[in-house]
């Protein structure tokens, strides 16, 4: 797997994602430190989606699965 970047992904692009969802700018993230990011938000208890078929995530935190199509 690779990191995704930044831009916005196709709708479709099969990727994993971790369901902690940081900042990415906080003193914690910024220190490599995210996950005890100070905007910290996880998906499945403080926002809903972890059961649902599709998600829409954040492309910075999300990996590409090899083989996508
Ligand atoms: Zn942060």
New binding site residues.
Partial sequence: MSSADERALPVGTRVTANPLI?????????QGR?N?????TLVGVTRPGSFSEYLSHNARISLLQQGNR
Avoid: F, K, V
């Fill in positions: 940081t900042c990415g700018h906080c003193d914690y993230c910024l995210d005890l990011c100070s905007n910290r």
